[in-house]
C-alpha cells in the first residue's frame, strides 16, 4: 500500500501532541524531514533576530558593541592626549620663563596650569558629548555638522587672546599656539573614529556601495 506525503500541518499536529504525552515519543518517520527543515529555519531567524537592522540590513549586535566600546576608549584617550598637550605647552613656556599673563579682575597675573588644564578638559568633553548627541539623532550628518560647530567654536576661541586689552604680543602668540594646539590634536584625534564610523555603516538600503 502507497503511503501518502505528510503534510507540514498533520507534522506539527504530532510533534505537539508527542511532547505532551510518552516520553520519548516522537513524530511518524515521514515527518522527520519536515521537522528538521522547520528547525533549521527557526534557528536561523533566532540568530537574525539577536542583530540589529540598518537600512534595511541586519548587523552583528556584538560586533557593534565592541566598535562602541573601542570608539569611546578612543575619544576618551582624545580627550587626555589633547588635555596634556595643553600641560606640555604651558610647561614650556614656564621653562623658557616666557610665563604668560593675563588679566584677572583687572590685574595682569601669570596664566595658572590649572586653568589651561580645566579649559582644556571642558572643551573636549563638550566636544565629545556634541558629537554623542549627533550620531544619535543625525549618524548620516554627525561627522560634518560636528566638524563645522569645531571650526566655528576654534575661530569663536580665537578671539579672546587676540582681542583681549592688556596682553602683550608674546602672551597673545603663545595663546594662539594654545589654542591651535589643543584644536588641531583633538580634532585629529577625533577624527579617525570619525572616519571608523562611516566605514562602520552599512550603504542605503538600494546603493550599491
Known amino acids: 500500500m502507497r503511503r501518502t506525503a505528510a503534510s507540514p500541518a498533520r507534522c506539527v499536529e504530532a510533534v505537539f501532541a508527542g511532547a505532551g504525552s510518552v516520553p520519548g515519543s516522537s513524530p511518524p518517520r515521514e515527518c522527520h524531514g519536515i521537522v528538521g527543515e522547520a528547525s533549521a529555519i527557526l534557528v536561523k531567524r533566532l540568530t537574525f533576530s539577536t542583530g540589529r537592522t540598518h537600512g534595511g540590513q541586519v548587523l552583528d549586535e556584538s560586533k557593534g558593541v565592541d566598535m562602541n566600546r573601542a570608539r569611546i576608549t578612543a575619544r576618551a584617550l582624545a580627550v587626555v592626549i589633547t588635555t596634556a598637550v595643553a600641560a606640555a605647552i604651558w610647561g614650556v613656556q614656564a621653562l623658557l620663563g616666557v610665563g604668560v599673563r593675563m588679566p584677572s579682575y583687572g590685574v595682569v ?101
Open 109 to 209: 597675573a601669570p596664566l595658572p596650569l590649572v586653568a589651561v588644564v580645566a579649559t582644556a578638559l571642558a572643551g573636549t568633553l563638550a566636544g565629545w558629548g556634541l558629537l554623542a548627541l549627533l550620531e544619535r539623532f543625525a549618524p548620516r550628518r554627525a561627522s560634518a555638522v560636528w566638524l563645522v560647530a569645531a571650526a566655528v567654536v576654534f575661530v569663536l576661541s580665537l578671539a579672546g587672546p587676540l582681542i583681549m586689552p592688556g596682553v602683550g604680543l608674546g602672551d597673545r602668540l603663545w595663546l594662539v599656539l594654545l589654542h591651535v594646539a589643543v584644536a588641531g590634536t583633538f580634532v585629529s584625534l577625533v577624527w579617525r573614529t570619525l572616519a571608523a564610523g562611516r566605514e562602520a555603516l552599512p550603504a542605503p538600503h538600494g546603493t550599491r556601495a
